[in-house]
């Protein structure tokens, strides 16, 4: 099988070498959440870092679904202390599924590159750097963290845990849609579909972290979903 990073790109989709640098482009991180009241501060904290240390243009919208723990209290608290030019609060009323998550952050994101992954610090910021660095080495169409090469690692993960994944904004919008998931096996049809698009994926080795505070938000049943909708995701592409 070919490698990912070699897959054809799409017609009319863009090829030639990145010519602006990181001050020119926009990373819009979607960071949505449910119960993440402890983990939030810290891992818009650790996102600031990650990119002002970097000079990386950057916004992070949080997506909360109606945090019963005070999830939205701190986000909005977040948006004063950062300005809200940096953290954006896009809330909804109700747990709606992690893929109109993703849509609902989409509508209010500025940047020309998309940035998906959990608030739960399962994903450690400090990668996103290199993540920036491998879509520029390969003018990759996405870039996917994977814990399957090089030096990447698995500390109290399990098969619930999404993936970080770096989108060019126009491609994120042609997935979306493409998908037809709306849970937890939104991100694995986007990259299915992706694949059938042949848009290039590279990779980056990172280690992922159980959560930090709090209970995983995937319960029996959603679990249940996720399989169920990975079965009907493997026989309809």
Same mark, same amino acid.
């Given at each position: 099988?070919?490698?990912?990073?070699?897959?054809?790109?799409?017609?009319? +989709?863009?090829?030639?070498?990145?010519?602006?640098?990181?001050?020119?482009?926009?990373?819009?991180?979607?960071?949505?959440?449910?119960?993440?009241?402890?983990?939030?501060?810290?891992?818009?904290? &650790?996102?600031?870092?990650?990119?002002?240390?970097?000079?990386?243009?950057?916004?992070?919208?949080?997506?909360?679904?109606?945090?019963?723990?005070?999830?939205?209290?701190?986000?909005?608290?977040?948006?004063?202390?950062?300005? +809200?030019?940096?953290? &954006?609060?896009?809330?909804?009323?109700?747990?709606?599924?992690?893929?109109?998550?993703?849509?609902?952050?989409?509508?209010?994101?500025?940047?020309?590159?998309?940035?998906?992954?959990?608030?739960?610090?399962?994903?450690?910021?400090?990668?996103?750097?290199?993540?920036?660095?491998?879509?520029?080495?390969?003018?990759?169409?996405?870039? +996917?963290?994977?814990?399957?090469?090089?030096?990447?690692?698995?500390?109290?993960?399990?098969?619930?845990?999404?993936?970080?994944?770096?989108?060019?904004?126009?491609? &994120?919008?042609?997935?979306?849609?493409?998908?037809?998931?709306?849970?937890?096996?939104?991100?694995?049809?986007?990259?299915?579909?992706?694949?059938?698009?042949?848009?290039?994926?590279?990779?980056?080795?990172?280690?992922?972290?159980?959560?930090?505070?709090?209970?995983?938000?995937?319960?029996?049943?959603?679990?249940?979903?996720?399989?169920?909708?990975?079965?009907?995701?493997?026989?309809?592409?």
């Amino acid at each position: 099988m070919a490698s990912l990073g070699a897959s054809r790109s799409p017609p009319g +989709s863009r090829r030639e070498p990145e010519v602006r640098n990181l001050r020119q482009d926009k990373y819009s991180v979607l960071l949505p959440t449910y119960n993440e009241r402890e983990n939030l501060p810290l891992i818009v904290w &650790l996102l600031v870092k990650s990119f002002s240390e970097s000079g990386i243009n950057y916004e992070i919208i949080i997506i909360d679904d109606g945090s019963p723990d005070g999830t939205r209290d701190v986000a909005e608290q977040l948006e004063k202390i950062y300005g +809200s030019d940096k953290i &954006l609060l896009r809330p909804r009323e109700k747990k709606l599924g992690l893929g109109t998550a993703y849509i609902h952050g989409m509508k209010h994101a500025t940047g020309n590159y998309i940035i998906i992954m959990d608030a739960d610090l399962s994903h450690h910021p400090k990668f996103i750097p290199e993540f920036i660095r491998k879509q520029k080495e390969g003018s990759f169409d996405i870039v +996917s963290g994977t814990r399957y090469k090089g030096n990447g690692g698995v500390y109290g993960w399990d098969l619930k845990r999404k993936i970080i994944r770096l989108y060019r904004k126009e491609v &994120l919008q042609k997935l979306i849609e493409k998908c037809v998931s709306k849970g937890y096996v939104f991100q694995m049809e986007m990259i299915v579909r992706a694949r059938q698009l042949n848009y290039t994926i590279g990779e980056v080795p990172i280690s992922f972290v159980d959560r930090v505070y709090g209970e995983s938000k995937l319960g029996g049943n959603e679990i249940v979903s996720f399989l169920k909708g990975l079965l009907t995701l493997f026989a309809t592409t």
